[in-house]
């Protein structure tokens, strides 16, 4: 008979102790140490690679094994199978992770049903809704397919027998908190049991060759709730943003072993459901105001795709000693950076000023070819001169003071141009070698102090 003995987990990074402690060593959380009982004697896990082919169970050349060259599973969500790097990965794990009432159930179920259509038996399992519930959020859908099973259940051993008794080439788990492996004593949702169970339905999707959707529930600080390895065992992690109270939804990729990490898909969300958003930067641009200062377009790159977005900046006087910088959706050292060249390079004075940076929509910029239109919407709301409609502005700035290429810039403006932009400042370097579309002007500068006179003039 196997032997029992107790440990203490921490709940949020996996850290075990043989003793209670109030904050984990590892991560440095408070009360997040729980008791659980470990069983020893237990029979070791299998591996998936045993299951699978003589071949695998031994080590080979690397030239002497074969392998098959499946197509990607491709759904009418053009905008998840960008994200995904081309479509669904036969045999891969996806998590799938975003805030409560965000639309994860919501994307996921209609996926199934795109998926149920052109490939057969797909299995939705659930284990926070009844069967009745989840048919009575398909119906809302609009979603009906003879090929979509449902199925509630928490117990995995249980799940594994559904998935060998139908045979399904897709499977969704709703949600991976919830399930529980009945040879693991703690609680479904703890750091053993979504260890165990991951490792388990990664076994199958790999053995099988079924693609295997987990949902996983987040923080408060926004991180996939359970331990850190949950995001190394997967092979993609998908986040689901937005804000509840907004119509608009944006699907990122922080890990995927099949395609780009830089891809963002948008979605509106909608009574029948989610709807993609084709040309997002219509969206983002069509609450503008014209006529104020403080406010810039860029073409960003998310990926492949480019993204016209508004930069927004105040800056007033400050009633404190050190002046605050705040900023959502850059970076709050890149705005310290971009203000100090501002300061020195270009005779703002700055220094007894509060600055507040927003990107409109909910985007989240990190490359540097924003930088220029950032210090242009600085300088606006500083100056009090409003810029151009029309103008949008690229480029990279250095520390003293150059305005530095960026990659990617006929596309950049092929999008501006495509929106009805009739100028763009861009760096000089990145003049030549590529076709201008027409009717809009392109300006190329050197320096700051440059773009600020052409932005201004």
């Known amino acids: 008979m196997a032997k029992k003995k107790t440990k203490f987990m921490c709940q949020s990074c996996g850290y075990e102790s043989a003793k209670w402690m109030g904050r984990c060593p590892g991560c440095g959380e408070w009360n997040q140490m729980v008791e659980e009982v470990d069983i020893i004697g237990k029979q070791p896990r299998r591996s998936f690679q045993h299951t699978s082919s ?55 179920l209609q996926v199934s049903a795109q998926l149920a259509a052109v490939n057969p038996k797909v299995l939705y399992i659930s284990g926070e809704e009844s069967v009745k519930q989840t048919k009575l959020r398909a119906d809302r859908l609009n979603v009906s397919s003879p090929e979509l099973y449902i199925y509630a259940e928490t117990n995995l ?12 080439k897709f499977v969704v788990i709703d949600s991976i908190q919830t399930v529980y492996h009945p040879e693991v004593t703690s609680a479904p949702g703890s750091v ?6 991951t490792a388990e339905l990664m076994r199958i999707a790999k053995t099988k060759g079924i693609a295997i959707f987990i949902v996983g529930h987040v923080t408060k600080e926004g991180a ?21 109270h907004h119509t608009y939804r944006i699907l990122r990729a922080v890990k995927n ?3 780009s990490t830089n891809e963002m898909g948008i979605f509106e969300m909608k009574e029948s459901g989610l709807e993609e958003v084709e040309n997002p930067s219509e969206i983002f641009l069509e609450e503008r105001s014209k006529g104020t200062s403080g406010s810039t377009v860029v073409a960003s790159m998310e990926g492949t795709r480019p ?53 409109a929509g909910g985007v989240k910029l990190d490359e540097p070819a924003i930088d220029l239109a950032v210090a242009t919407s600085i300088a606006s709301s500083f100056r009090d001169k409003q810029t151009r409609a029309t103008d949008c502005i690229i480029g990279e700035v250095g520390l003293t003071g150059e305005v530095r290429r960026v990659s ?18 861009i760096p000089s370097n990145n003049i030549g070698g590529w076709k201008v579309p027409n009717g809009i002007e392109i300006i190329g500068v050197n320096t700051v102090g440059e773009a600020l006179q052409h932005a201004f003039s």
């Open 157 to 168: 051993e249980l799940i594994h027998q559904t998935i060998e008794n139908i045979s399904p």
């Open 408 to 425: 990617r810039i006929e596309q950049r403006v092929q999008e501006a141009a495509k929106l009805g932009f009739e100028r763009v400042i």
């Open 54 to 108: 003589e071949e695998l169970s031994k080590a080979s050349p690397i030239t002497s094994i074969e392998t098959k060259n499946e197509p990607r599973v491709t759904t009418q969500l053009k905008e998840l199978n960008r994200v995904l790097g081309g479509g669904v990965v036969p045999g891969s794990l996806i998590l799938i992770g975003g805030d409560p009432g965000i639309g994860k159930s919501t994307l996921l």
């Open 257 to 259: 072993r099949f395609g």
């Open 192 to 197: 053993s049991q979504v260890r165990e169970c």
């Open 224 to 244: 996939i709730a359970g331990p850190r390895l949950l995001e190394h065992m997967v092979d993609t992690v998908l986040y689901f943003e937005g804000e509840r």
């Open 307 to 359: 993204v016209l977005v508004e930069i927004q900046a105040l800056v007033s006087p400050t009633s404190f000693g050190n002046p605050r910088r705040m900023a959502t959706g850059i970076d709050h050292n890149r705005v310290s950076l971009i203000m100090a060249v501002l300061e020195k390079r270009v005779g703002l004075l700055l220094q007894n000023q509060d600055a507040y940076l927003k990107v």
